[in-house]
């Protein structure tokens, strides 16, 4: 059904030469039909011969800096910036020089940091950092030097936005850079088997121990020590219905944290079609330059398909004019509606819905006007329903 998506016409208003565009269409649709990063996968999809395409994507991931590029579905007026980091396991990558050991110590592969604004309950990625064990270094001087390099990037683009994420982040040294560096952040703790441990004071002399019950308001505690290690405030609350309690862990206040969290949309939905829909996990390049480029190319062509996935919900579902789609807001629909049931990404790559071609045609002239106006910051909204 992505077929009859004009891409050429989205590309051109990513790449300011209309011959790149072209190029640049011309992988994004290859992308979408192999639903691959992978250059092999998106060449043998590609029209033409496969040798010559393979060779026409490393020309263009080669010359063209994409991830500068992607900064431009930035959303200007975001309240917050959604935080997804990611462990892409690379097993057999003995000889990649980017490739180091994740969390556990043992498996080999490199995290992934996307940063993405809120569009209603989905997530539109505008960058990315990439790094692992191999390129902090094992000495301190080369792992500030990439922890400076990755925080000012982020720092560039995010200004004196939270960054938000849904669950605990894992790398101790990184959050400590970020609070080093004055970016507020709201995160979600893991409370699964392994939680975290939070102390009193930095000497670790007194564990917290997080307790609250349910339907008994909110728990607050200021500056508390993460680990052991970094002093944040906590904020939990169990709500009437949920299995477990909410807490928050945040360098603002607390209850701003809590407030932010609250508005975040459903980033595991987005994040999981990344990797589900288009495997973004899978990409593989010996160079980590050309690593990111593709990486910022699948990530440009995901926020095309999501935006034109989540039209054609609006209109299969909610009965929109897709004259009037209206990609800020949700439809008023009962809990019950089928639109709750699958994401954009998903209705676009994997059901096969009978919409006309002028149905079609009017929702991609519509998707084009909201895309347009994300780019270049005119009246762009960043509702979020909770």
């Not at 989205?10 to 030469?17: G, N, P, T, V």
């Not at 709750?340 to 790559?349: A, C, D, M, N, Q």
Request: proline share 4%.
């Amino acid at each position: 059904m992505y077929k009859f998506i004009p891409i050429f016409e989205f590309a051109k208003e990513l790449f300011d030469d209309r011959n790149t565009a072209k190029k640049a269409s011309q992988i994004m649709e290859g992308i979408l039909q192999a639903q691959s990063p992978r250059i092999s996968d998106i060449a043998d999809k590609m029209s033409g011969n496969e040798v010559s395409n393979y060779k026409k994507i490393q020309r263009f991931i080669k010359n063209e800096d994409i991830p500068v590029l992607l900064k431009r579905l930035f959303n200007e007026e975001a309240e917050y910036v959604i935080v997804d980091p990611t462990e892409i396991e690379r097993p057999g990558a003995k000889k990649t020089d980017y490739v180091g050991f994740l969390s556990d110590g043992e498996t080999k592969g490199f995290w992934m940091l996307t940063l993405a604004t809120p569009i209603r309950g989905r997530a539109i990625p505008c960058h990315f950092v990439t790094y692992s064990s191999a390129t902090l270094g094992n000495d301190d001087t080369s792992r500030n030097l990439e922890h400076q390099r990755a925080i000012q990037e982020i720092k560039d683009l995010v200004g004196k936005r939270t960054m938000v994420f849904d669950r605990e982040f894992s790398y101790l040294t990184f959050l400590i850079s970020l609070d080093i560096e004055g970016i507020e952040y709201v995160i979600r703790l893991n409370q699964g088997s392994n939680p975290p441990k939070f102390y009193y004071d930095a000497d670790r002399k007194q564990e917290l121990k997080l307790h609250i019950e349910q339907g008994k308001g909110q728990k607050i505690y200021h500056q508390v020590y993460y680990k052991g290690i970094v002093p944040v405030n906590l904020i939990g609350e169990w709500q009437k219905g949920f299995k477990k309690p909410l807490w928050i862990l945040t360098n603002c206040e607390p209850e701003k944290g809590i407030e932010i969290y609250k508005k975040r949309m459903k980033i595991e939905t987005s994040f999981r079609d990344l990797k589900n829909l288009l495997h973004i996990d899978r990409v593989m390049h010996k160079s980590k330059a050309y690593l990111d480029k593709m990486l910022a190319l699948v990530l440009m062509t995901y926020a095309i398909a999501l935006l034109m996935g989540e039209a054609i919900r609006d209109v299969q579902y909610a009965g929109i004019n897709p004259k009037y789609v209206d990609l800020w807001v949700d439809p008023d629909l009962p809990r019950s509606s089928k639109w709750y049931s699958f994401s954009g990404l998903f209705l676009l790559l994997k059901r096969c819905l009978r919409l006309d071609r002028s149905t079609l045609r009017t929702i991609s002239y519509s998707v084009l006007s909201l895309f347009s106006t994300l780019l270049f910051g005119k009246n762009v909204r960043s509702f979020v329903s909770t």
